[in-house]
Each structure stands twice: as structure tokens, then as C-alpha cells.
């Protein structure tokens, strides 16, 4: 009776899990539950949320500044529902008070290819390391900046996406009381609805956990 219900606890962890061996910085070894089935995967497309979503995935682009490469395969945005629902609010939002509309850059990034962007820049508090996953692998994290509603055009910011210098922090003041206000518009919005920001990345917004699991199924399959 007892191999059964040590049995019982732990088949369903073989039927479900996929599990990968990593090693973190430190050299340390641990398992990462990694989720690859379909059945297990919650993310929705932006598109559910805000369906007028302005899409342009950086990643999925040639000519991207930190890469020099492609490392998507489409342009789309999925993320989870907890993080689509607050975005429509805040998307909403922008548009009766200010005129401007979220514009998307970066979204749920597969496990695989968080791996791929290490090994082409293996830059710790720029490239999350694939022994720990990052939000985008969860589905908790977004990209963006603001775009004027009728022009479609990007307002402007302290830097370009992927301006991986102090240029971009949240901290620098070292900029034109226009571009301290519309980063201040974006920051205060995303806050109000608890999704937070990162001190490099003026466009990184996240929800504030990691408990989400981590998934590798490719952008391909979700097109």
C-alpha cells in the first residue's frame, strides 16, 4: 500500500514534467522544470486582450541591435492572462488620457531561445541565464514603449530598445524634461497595475513573481 501511494505521488511528475540539467554562473547544478506540451501551456496572444495591439517583436527582426541576427521565428506576442488583463486596462487607459497606445517589442520568448540569446551575449542583468529562465520564458514580462494613436508613430524616450548603457536606466535624469515625462507616464501606469519595472531597461515591465513555470514551446507552433 505504501509503493502505491509513493507511486501515485510521483507518477504524475514523470507524465508532466521535463525536467533539464543546468548549471547556474556559480558552476552549481540543478534541475529546471522546463514545460514543452501544448496542453500545459497558458499564454494567450495580445491580440485577446487588446485587439487593435501594435506587434513589432524586435527579436523576430535581421537586423535587431544586440543580436545582428533573427532568434524568432514570428512576430507575435503571447503572454499570460494575468498580465494580458492588466495590459488592456492600462492600453485603455493610455488612450482616453493621453492619446498613446502600448507598442509591443519583446513578449514570451521560448526557453530555447533564451539559451540561443545567452550564448550570443552571455551578459548577466541584460540576458537572463537559462539555468534560472527568465519572465519572458514564463510569459510575465513585456517590452514596450508608447505610440501616439492617430500617427502611430513612437513618442520619444531616453534611448532606442536594446540601448544596453546607464542612458537607459530609470535612474538617469540626464534628460529633456519631454522624454523625463513620457518615461514617467509609462512607469506610473504600469505601476498602478503592479507590474513593475527593471533599473536598466526603461521598457521592461514585469509581474512582480517568478512562481510561473517556465515554457519551450516554439513560436512557430503558436501562429
Known amino acids: 500500500m505504501r509503493i502505491f501511494i509513493i507511486l501515485s505521488l510521483f507518477i504524475p511528475i514523470?507524465?508532466?514534467?521535463?525536467?533539464?540539467?543546468?548549471?547556474?554562473p556559480k558552476g552549481e547544478k540543478r534541475q529546471l522544470?522546463?514545460?514543452?506540451?501544448?496542453?500545459?501551456?497558458?499564454?494567450?496572444?495580445?491580440?485577446?486582450?487588446?485587439?487593435?495591439?501594435?506587434?513589432?517583436?524586435?527579436?523576430?527582426?535581421?537586423?535587431?541591435?544586440?543580436?545582428?541576427?533573427?532568434?524568432?521565428?514570428?512576430?507575435?506576442?503571447?503572454?499570460?492572462?494575468?498580465?494580458?488583463?492588466?495590459?488592456?486596462?492600462?492600453?485603455?487607459?493610455?488612450?482616453?488620457?493621453?492619446?498613446?497606445?502600448?507598442?509591443?517589442?519583446?513578449?514570451?520568448?521560448?526557453?530555447?531561445?533564451?539559451?540561443?540569446?545567452?550564448?550570443?551575449?552571455?551578459?548577466?542583468?541584460?540576458?537572463?541565464?537559462?539555468?534560472?529562465?527568465?519572465?519572458h520564458n514564463r510569459g510575465i514580462a513585456v517590452d514596450v514603449t508608447l505610440i501616439d494613436i492617430k500617427t502611430l508613430k513612437k513618442i520619444e524616450m531616453p534611448t532606442e530598445f536594446d540601448e544596453l548603457s546607464s542612458k537607459a536606466n530609470h535612474t538617469n535624469m540626464n534628460l529633456s524634461k519631454k522624454v523625463l515625462k513620457n518615461r514617467a507616464i509609462l512607469k506610473n501606469i504600469m505601476e498602478k497595475y503592479e507590474i513593475f519595472s527593471i533599473r536598466t531597461e526603461w521598457w521592461h515591465y514585469n509581474l512582480p513573481t517568478k512562481k510561473h513555470p517556465v515554457y519551450d514551446i516554439p513560436l512557430s507552433k503558436l501562429k
Not at 14 to 24: A, H, I, N, Q, R
Request: aromatic share 16%; net charge positive.
Open 14 to 24: 514523470f507524465l508532466w514534467g521535463d525536467f533539464e540539467s543546468v548549471v547556474t
Open 33 to 135: 522544470e522546463v514545460i514543452r506540451d501544448l496542453k500545459r501551456f497558458p499564454l494567450k496572444d495580445i491580440k485577446e486582450f487588446i485587439p487593435d495591439a501594435d506587434v513589432d517583436i524586435q527579436y523576430a527582426q535581421k537586423g535587431n541591435k544586440l543580436f545582428k541576427e533573427s532568434v524568432y521565428s514570428e512576430n507575435i506576442c503571447y503572454i499570460h492572462p494575468e498580465l494580458g488583463k492588466k495590459l488592456a486596462k492600462i492600453d485603455s487607459e493610455l488612450k482616453k488620457k493621453y492619446g498613446l497606445k502600448l507598442k509591443f517589442w519583446d513578449c514570451y520568448r521560448p526557453w530555447s531561445v533564451q539559451k540561443k540569446m545567452w550564448d550570443l551575449y552571455p551578459k548577466l542583468g541584460y540576458v537572463g541565464h537559462p539555468a534560472y529562465g527568465s519572465r
